[in-house]
């Protein structure tokens, strides 16, 4: 072990299965440095990482912690040895305060008494070394927002004392400003001798705040590189064997002639409360119309009112011509209307269900008996088009990464005969390989001559695969944006009300 090494995994290897999620990855963090671990969903990052936190048994290899060989059998005896996970979904109990989510290792010995103002003092002691006195320690954590929540999550870190911390995709369910303040954090804690590794699919995070960054790909290490070295080109090329030009696939406009791009779907003054005020649009056969706009624009909303889920309070919607009123996602399921939501995981999918039960959600009838055989070649079938990687289609469907879980969600509306569909997110939290996995599948499917509306907060995915794009901001449309008008400049002055 290199003497400046806080951490040395050495040919570490772990099998799901009939899947393997690592492969010899042998790899150092180095003593006050902040380490950034990037790649594919699937790579192994996650795995890897829950393998040094004691929470994964490994299958093969050691791990050395100052210069020690560790065999963790829990946990807690990797805590013990100064390292702590601060994981996407929080360990906290929502229920408890603030004060004891940061103290609860001490509330859980066997004290008889509680000195609860001292508690609550050390508590507001550890948020101020952070730059967050202001947040009470009294406070119950379900009343906190999500970056706050994160805070309380690095000092419960802090009291145990962590010389290493890990952060797994800290940033994202944070906006852009709390994102911005998270890693000036990040940077504070380094400052004062913490060791950081920083996992993240967000490349502009990782040359802000690495010192070195290591790709994983299909459970191996390809490398580890200085930060100040490479590129952001040439770490996607790492990451997925591909040039960033090839990131979107060539398409130069819609895939059917002028006659065969039949309007598909017009809304006119579509309103919804206060969240939505007079959206009018369309959209034609072949064509992807992206939608455009910060957080809270209003174009979430706007697409779940077209389904059916949410009430219109106002406006038209035509389909083929012909007014209708989606009072369900059944009825415009039936008429051949899809959504793939924002949030895949409460929405999109049922994660205990098999694999196979997922993909097939749309297209089951109710009539209480489904074919096996049939079922499975279908869903075969459905998972090689869309470049699904899974062990067996009756795992259930949390077992996958976030791009596969993506992939299963959409599989299922390739299914029916779907001749709109509306995609809100669809990349989010997936990694860079899938993203273009993904955008592969959005041009097939407009080519086909299926309409396609793309929900994205992403600039750079509104300008490389739409058509044309509409603005939305404060629940309007701001403007629209045709393809040889589509920005950055053009997008970000809509969606702030800037004036040309």
């Known amino acids: 072990m290199a003497p400046d090494s806080i951490v040395e995994v050495r040919n570490i290897s772990k099998q799901f299965g009939g899947v393997h999620a690592l492969r010899d990855v042998s790899m150092e963090v180095r003593r006050g440095e902040v380490h950034a671990i990037i790649g594919e969903n699937g790579a192994g990052k996650s795995t890897l990482m829950k393998i040094l936190a004691g929470a994964y048994k490994k299958d093969e290899g050691t791990i050395v912690i100052d210069g020690e060989l560790v065999d963790a059998q829990s946990p807690r005896d990797i805590i013990n040895r100064g390292i702590s996970v601060i994981y996407q979904e929080f360990m906290l109990a929502p229920d408890l305060t603030v004060a004891e989510n940061i103290f609860i290792d001490d509330l859980q010995q066997s004290h008889l008494f509680i000195n609860w103002s001292d508690l609550n003092r050390r508590a507001s002691e550890e948020l101020q070394k952070l730059g ?8 119950k954590v379900h009343n906190l927002s999500v970056a706050y929540q994160q805070i309380v999550e690095i000092c419960k870190s802090l009291v145990k004392k962590s010389k290493l911390i890990i952060f797994d995709e800290p940033t994202a369910v944070l906006t852009h400003a709390e994102t911005e303040g998270l890693l000036d954090i990040i940077r ?63 398409r130069e406009g819609p895939g059917l002639t002028r006659e065969e791009q039949s309007e598909l779907l017009r809304v006119e003054g579509l309103s919804v409360g206060d969240l939505v005020k007079d959206v009018n649009f369309t959209v034609r056969r072949g064509e992807i119309v992206g939608f455009s706009g910060l957080i809270g624009a209003g174009r979430t909303e706007t697409m779940r009112a077209i ?95 976030g791009g596969n879980q993506q992939k299963v969600s959409l599989a299922k509306w390739l299914a029916v005969d779907t001749e709109l569909i509306i995609l809100d997110e669809p990349t989010r939290g997936v990694d860079v390989g899938a993203k273009v996995e993904m955008y592969g599948l959005i041009n097939s499917l407009a080519d086909s001559g299926v309409g396609v509306v793309l929900v994205s907060s992403e600039m ?41």
């Open 307 to 401: 389904f059916g889920v949410d009430k219109k309070t106002g406006g038209e919607i035509f389909w083929k011509g012909e007014k209708i009123s989606p009072k369900n996602p059944r009825k415009s399921i039936r008429m051949g209307i899809g959504l793939l939501p924002e949030d895949r995981k409460g929405q999109g999918l049922v994660l205990e269900q098999p694999i196979r039960t997922n993909a097939t959600l749309v297209s089951q009838r109710g009539n209480g008996f489904i074919g096996a055989k049939a079922e499975r070649r279908k869903v075969t079938e459905l998972l090689e088009t869309v470049a699904t990687r899974y062990g067996s289609m009756d795992d259930n469907v949390e077992s996958l990464s």
């Open 188 to 250: 504070k804690l380094n400052g004062s001798g913490v060791t950081i590794v920083y996992i993240s699919h967000r490349l502009k995070e990782l040359f802000a705040i690495s010192d070195r960054i290591s790709v994983l790909k299909d459970g191996g290490l390809v490398g580890t590189v200085d930060t100040s070295s490479i590129s952001e080109e040439q770490l996607v090329t790492m990451m997925v064997g591909r040039e960033i030009e090839q990131l979107f696939p060539a």
């Open 460 to 500: 750079i995915e509104i300008i490389g695969i739409c058509d044309r794009a509409l603005v939305m901001r404060e629940g309007e449309v701001t403007g629209e944006l045709n393809k040889e008008e589509l920005t950055e400049s053009n997008l970000i002055k809509l969606a702030m009300g800037v004036e040309s």
């Open 132 to 139: 967050f006195g202001h947040i009470s320690p009294t406070t």
